[in-house]
């Protein structure tokens, strides 16, 4: 049994909010959104394994959690914009070579150090250092 997605869970939700049955059991649910009784058992069983066992089992008192579980969902979809990137980023380095000597290294000693972990702005600085040298190679032949 996989994750129940957040698009079958608003169908979901929104079944049960618009029903004006006073209990919405599994088969009058499977009726209005045209799945079979099984798979929304199956797929609300996370919430309460007695779905599967209980032909009578009222889902509208489902409709809390259905709206906390969407709402977190909803959360972890969310994304940080990309941090930006500005020349004046790319100015404090000559090209690749620079830049590997600078962040990558021990101290004056020249000696990489593998475990560095470069951050996300790091790596798009990287990016568009490789992206300039490769540019310039391509201009040159």
Same mark, same amino acid.
């Given at each position: 049994?996989?994750? %129940?997605?957040?698009?079958?869970?608003?169908?979901? %939700? =929104? =079944?049960?909010?618009?029903?004006?049955?006073?209990f919405e059991t599994? *088969?009058?649910? #499977?009726? *209005?959104?045209?799945?079979?009784?099984?798979?929304? =058992?199956?797929? &609300? =069983? @996370?919430?309460?394994?007695?779905?599967?066992?209980?032909?009578?089992?009222?889902?509208? +008192?489902?409709?809390?959690?259905?709206? @906390?579980?969407?709402?977190? &969902? #909803?959360a972890q979809r969310?994304?940080? #914009?990309?941090?930006?990137?500005?020349?004046?980023? +790319?100015?404090?380095?000559?090209?690749?070579?620079?830049?590997?000597?600078?962040?990558?290294?021990?101290?004056?000693?020249? %000696?990489?150090?593998?475990?560095? *972990? &470069?951050?996300?702005? @790091? %790596?798009?600085i990287l990016r568009?250092?490789?992206?300039?040298?490769?540019? @310039?190679?391509? *201009?040159?032949?």
């Amino acid at each position: 049994m996989g994750k %129940l997605l957040i698009t079958k869970a608003r169908r979901y %939700l =929104a =079944a049960l909010k618009r029903s004006k049955n006073k209990f919405e059991t599994r *088969e009058t649910l #499977a009726k *209005e959104l045209g799945y079979y009784p099984e798979v929304i =058992a199956d797929d &609300l =069983a @996370q919430f309460d394994p007695m779905i599967r066992l209980d032909y009578e089992y009222d889902l509208k +008192t489902l409709i809390p959690v259905l709206e @906390q579980y969407v709402d977190d &969902l #909803a959360a972890q979809r969310k994304k940080e #914009a990309p941090p930006s990137i500005r020349k004046k980023d +790319t100015d404090k380095y000559d090209g690749v070579g620079d830049f590997v000597y600078k962040e990558m290294t021990i101290g004056a000693s020249g %000696l990489i150090n593998r475990n560095v *972990e &470069l951050s996300e702005k @790091q %790596l798009r600085i990287l990016r568009r250092l490789i992206n300039a040298e490769l540019k @310039q190679r391509k *201009e040159e032949d």
